[in-house]
């Protein structure tokens, strides 16, 4: 049996890490343009967060023009979205568009600087805590382990925070496409997040629109060929598959299992409980709860 296993909010509780890329967000947002405009830039971005949490079905993290995860699915989201309005309000807001055009002067694209953010503000907390796979994750993963499945673990994040984190809780690990029995397989960097550019592929389910044209996560998916997928956010993890279990006939017995964790919008949550039984599996308790169902039928 093989377990393809999203790695933030499935193997740690990302709540720390979230409060800290905001920060980092925040703190680089108002020194873009000056000690002169930093109060403004302050005033600005707080009145944008509170638009923000008003409409998180409007805004996200966007790439290539498209949403491709709500501002309120998991503790990271909501900073991509706020570049998403900045990008939205530039043009018709004076103080927007000098903030865009000097992110994109100095940095490339708004996309590039929400990247350092997020991962200065995650290598801050990791420098002052440590890493911080939960213990009922890694206990989960042993057992996984022990009884023969075959886990591997597809994540944004880089495939070297991967291993020093995995390293950190001793579960034994390969970095793709080295494996071995019994060793957790790490692919990082899996692009998850992007969109394809030829256009979108919205797959609705109880009024929830999620764009599915995921190149990246597609191929990875394709050639893995799991017997079983676990994710904490819907558009990142799980729209995908449940689009191809819909679409395509081999996908039909795959089991998508959804965690549920104190951050998970009760919208979402309420639009995929529209689904028929048996296509999505909704658990608590995390990855333990997963490993639960799964070996009670291995």
Avoid at 19 to 29: F, K, M, Q
Avoid at 42 to 54: D, E, K, M, S, T
Avoid at 186 to 194: D, I, T, Y
Wanted: charged share 25%; no cysteine.
């Amino acid at each position: 049996m093989k377990l393809l296993s999203d790695f933030d909010g499935v193997w740690t509780y990302p709540d720390e890490e979230g409060i800290a890329n905001g920060a980092a967000l925040d703190a680089a947002l108002e020194g873009v343009l000056g000690e002169p405009d930093r109060a403004a830039v302050r005033a600005w971005v707080a009145g944008a967060r509170a638009a923000l949490r008003a409409e998180p079905s409007r805004w996200g993290w966007s790439t290539s023009g498209r949403i491709s995860a709500y501002a309120d699915e998991d503790p990271f989201t909501l900073h991509g979205a706020l570049l998403h309005y900045l990008d939205a309000a530039r043009g018709k807001d004076p103080l927007a568009a000098r903030l865009a055009a000097a992110i994109e002067a100095r940095d490339g694209s708004l996309g590039s600087f929400g990247g350092r953010a997020h991962t200065d503000g995650v290598r801050e907390v990791e420098s002052r805590r440590g890493p911080a796979i939960t213990t009922s994750a890694a206990s989960a993963g042993r057992e996984l382990l022990a009884r023969g499945v075959d886990v591997v673990v597809v994540s944004n994040s880089g495939t070297e925070k991967l291993k020093r984190w995995f390293d950190h809780a001793g579960l034994p690990n390969r970095v793709h496409p080295d494996r071995a029995d019994g060793a957790l397989r790490l692919r990082g960097s899996a692009k998850k997040f992007v969109l394809a550019d030829a256009g979108a592929d919205a797959f609705d389910v109880g009024g929830l629109s999620v764009d599915v044209a995921r190149p990246h996560y597609e191929a990875v998916l394709r050639e893995e060929r799991p017997d079983a997928i676990v994710g904490d956010v819907y558009s990142l993890d799980i729209a995908l598959p449940l689009a191809l279990k819909r679409r395509e006939p081999g996908w039909r017995n795959v089991r998508l299992f959804w965690l549920l964790q104190p951050y998970t919008p009760d919208r979402v949550r309420r639009a995929l409980a529209t689904l028929p039984s048996g296509e999505l599996e909704m658990v608590e308790g995390g990855l333990a709860g997963v490993a639960e169902r799964l070996l009670a039928k291995a």
